[in-house]
T-cell receptor
């Protein structure tokens, strides 16, 4: 099993550009998550999904959109990137119940100039 | 939500035990205590979790105070590969629920050779 994979690993954008981050998991997990981590901080939840075709907002959703067209994939989109979105983005997945382990991807380091 | 308090950083020597404390004085009866760690430039990974009783696994032990207001993650024989940020996270058990994890800043563990 590859677990949770993220594409790309690194990206540099100019302000106003758009991009999509891809997360894929091969564990047949129902729930998937996108977090961001700023320097010296813990992770903060951006959006999450409880299943194919469903998404919900987390703690810091502004400026991001998500889609989950297939159970194994969760996409995070930035329509018009801003320097404040410079961060490391982590995807995660898990099964219910709530106390089950979350499995994290290796992260995508995004810099917005 | 119940909060956790951890020291910002701790230092230990290689091959010695490490005790990482976590205070959670407002914990509720249905909060599980989870520990994750984040190695440099990687996503977080699950370490251990418990509710009331002490727990052991191949990575670590978790000692939970009788009143559950604090807990201690124990690494029995630290190696250089254990240098990471360790997060103590409360996870409310309520059957279902897709909430993400709430990360604090964690404890930065430094291992000296």
């Amino acid at each position: 099993n590859a677990g949770v994979t993220q594409t790309p690993k690194f990206r540099v954008l100019k302000t106003g550009q758009s991009m999509t981050l891809l997360c894929a998991q091969d564990m047949n997990h129902e729930y998937m998550y996108w977090y961001r981590q700023d320097p010296g901080m813990g992770l903060r939840l951006i959006h999450y999904s409880v299943g194919e075709g469903t998404t919900a907002k987390g703690e810091v959703p502004d400026g991001y959109n998500v889609s989950r067209l297939k159970k194994q994939n969760f996409l995070l989109g930035l329509e018009s990137a801003a320097p404040s979105q410079t961060s490391v983005y982590f995807c995660a997945s898990r099964r219910p119940p709530r106390t089950d382990t979350q499995y994290f991807g290796p992260g995508t380091r995004l810099t917005v100039l | 939500d119940a909060k956790t308090t951890q020291p910002n950083s701790m230092e230990s020597n290689e091959e010695e035990p490490v005790h990482l404390p976590c205070n959670h004085s407002t914990i509720s009866g249905t909060d599980y205590i989870h520990w994750y760690r984040q190695l440099p430039s990687q996503g977080p990974e699950y370490v251990i979790h418990g509710l009331t009783s002490n727990v052991n696994n191949r990575m670590a032990s978790l000692a939970i105070a009788e009143d559950r207001k604090s807990s201690t993650l124990i690494l029995h024989r630290a190696t250089l590969r254990d240098a990471a940020v360790y997060y103590c996270i409360l996870v409310l058990w309520s059957g279902g629920g897709a909430d993400g994890l709430t990360f604090g800043k964690g404890t930065h563990l430094i291992i000296q050779p």
